[in-house]
């Protein structure tokens, strides 16, 4: 996407900026000129591109808030907490986390606050990041106008260089898929360019309200829809079986017990299993589109692609069929 003129450049503050989401939403953003200030815990460590100016500390800092909005002219958060070892870590950071960023851009008076949540928080009653999530989306809805804020639900996103969705990629380049899921479920998707590219519009624009996001298919996908653009890469079928709860399940609670004696939390827990086998998470459109989203078809090739690259998949069946200008993830 060319840059935009100079004399749209603006001062974008964004939290989340080293996870995968945010390494896309700052590579869009830079194309199109804009001064990136980023909030992260270690600089050095951070990978940002050197153009980004980095902020140390998390949002439970509010110096680093403060320095982190100080002049800018919009704020794009994306930082959240994904596993967490309790209810009340979710809440600390995707909740009490957006409090603060929320109060620190009021303070700055910067005119335009960009809050990417979750399609999760529709269905806040399954798990505690969702609860967290939707904790997080109602700060902002009670300061909507005075914030001039926007609220954007993604469904699951994926792409190059993502790792959360890497073990279901992994399982449809195989001959027998094992999904953990209902077979009659259905459910959005959105590539992680797409969505920076929506996050850049927005960021620009005044649009208020809640909005879900995809990459703008109907009724979204069943499962027979991503094993058929599986085994047409693939050059071969792939059947899929999926998994009774109770097996995910006895999973989850032994990986709960393993994260509470080491301290780390992982992404295997009972929330989301709940999640994983909830039928619905199709997104309902909001009037935010592209007019040229990435189809499924195409990013999976994209995907695969990159992983067996990147030695995150092992070398296998499926050519590469994608343009020449989707080729380059950054």
């Given at each position: 996407m060319p840059a935009a003129p100079e004399f749209m450049s603006k001062t974008i503050a964004i939290t989340g900026a080293t996870g995968f989401a945010g390494r896309h939403a700052v590579t869009e953003l830079l194309q199109r000129a804009h001064r990136l200030r980023a909030l992260v815990r270690n600089p050095e460590t951070a990978g940002l591109p050197a153009a980004v100016e980095t902020v140390q500390g998390d949002l439970a800092d509010a110096g680093a808030l403060a320095r982190l909005t100080a002049g800018a002219d919009g704020v794009v958060h994306l930082a959240g907490a994904l596993a967490a070892l309790s209810r009340a870590d979710y809440f600390k950071v995707n909740e009490q986390g957006t409090r603060a960023l929320v109060h620190a851009v009021q303070e700055a008076?910067?005119?335009r606050f960009v809050h990417i949540s979750s399609l999760a928080a529709s269905q806040p009653q399954l798990s505690a990041y969702a609860a967290s999530k939707r904790a997080g989306e109602e700060i902002v809805l009670a300061r909507m106008a005075a914030l001039n804020a926007i609220i954007i639900r993604p469904p699951a996103v994926y792409g190059p260089g993502d790792k959360g969705t890497l073990p279901l990629?992994?399982?449809l380049t195989r001959p027998v898929a094992a999904i953990p899921g209902i077979a009659s479920a259905r459910f959005s998707l959105i590539h992680g360019r797409d969505l920076a590219r929506l996050i850049a519009l927005v960021v620009e624009g005044g649009a208020q309200g809640l909005h879900e996001v995809s990459d703008g298919r109907q009724g979204g996908y069943g499962w027979a829809d991503?094993?058929?653009t599986a085994s047409a890469f693939r050059g071969g079928p792939v059947r899929a079986i999926f998994l009774p709860r109770a097996v995910p399940a006895?999973?989850?609670?032994?990986?709960?017990g393993l994260a509470r004696l080491t301290g780390k939390p992982g992404m295997v827990n009972r929330g989301k299993i709940a999640e994983l086998y909830?039928?619905?998470w199709v997104a309902h459109p909001g009037g935010l589109s592209l007019p040229d989203p990435t189809p499924f078809d195409t990013g999976f090739a994209e995907t695969v692609t990159w992983y067996r690259k990147a030695g995150w998949l092992p070398r296998g069946r499926g050519a590469d069929r994608r343009t020449a200008s989707s080729r380059t993830f950054q």
């Amino acid at each position: 996407m060319p840059a935009a003129p100079e004399f749209m450049s603006k001062t974008i503050a964004i939290t989340g900026a080293t996870g995968f989401a945010g390494r896309h939403a700052v590579t869009e953003l830079l194309q199109r000129a804009h001064r990136l200030r980023a909030l992260v815990r270690n600089p050095e460590t951070a990978g940002l591109p050197a153009a980004v100016e980095t902020v140390q500390g998390d949002l439970a800092d509010a110096g680093a808030l403060a320095r982190l909005t100080a002049g800018a002219d919009g704020v794009v958060h994306l930082a959240g907490a994904l596993a967490a070892l309790s209810r009340a870590d979710y809440f600390k950071v995707n909740e009490q986390g957006t409090r603060a960023l929320v109060h620190a851009v009021q303070e700055a008076g910067v005119s335009r606050f960009v809050h990417i949540s979750s399609l999760a928080a529709s269905q806040p009653q399954l798990s505690a990041y969702a609860a967290s999530k939707r904790a997080g989306e109602e700060i902002v809805l009670a300061r909507m106008a005075a914030l001039n804020a926007i609220i954007i639900r993604p469904p699951a996103v994926y792409g190059p260089g993502d790792k959360g969705t890497l073990p279901l990629i992994r399982e449809l380049t195989r001959p027998v898929a094992a999904i953990p899921g209902i077979a009659s479920a259905r459910f959005s998707l959105i590539h992680g360019r797409d969505l920076a590219r929506l996050i850049a519009l927005v960021v620009e624009g005044g649009a208020q309200g809640l909005h879900e996001v995809s990459d703008g298919r109907q009724g979204g996908y069943g499962w027979a829809d991503l094993i058929r653009t599986a085994s047409a890469f693939r050059g071969g079928p792939v059947r899929a079986i999926f998994l009774p709860r109770a097996v995910p399940a006895a999973v989850a609670h032994v990986a709960e017990g393993l994260a509470r004696l080491t301290g780390k939390p992982g992404m295997v827990n009972r929330g989301k299993i709940a999640e994983l086998y909830h039928p619905d998470w199709v997104a309902h459109p909001g009037g935010l589109s592209l007019p040229d989203p990435t189809p499924f078809d195409t990013g999976f090739a994209e995907t695969v692609t990159w992983y067996r690259k990147a030695g995150w998949l092992p070398r296998g069946r499926g050519a590469d069929r994608r343009t020449a200008s989707s080729r380059t993830f950054q």
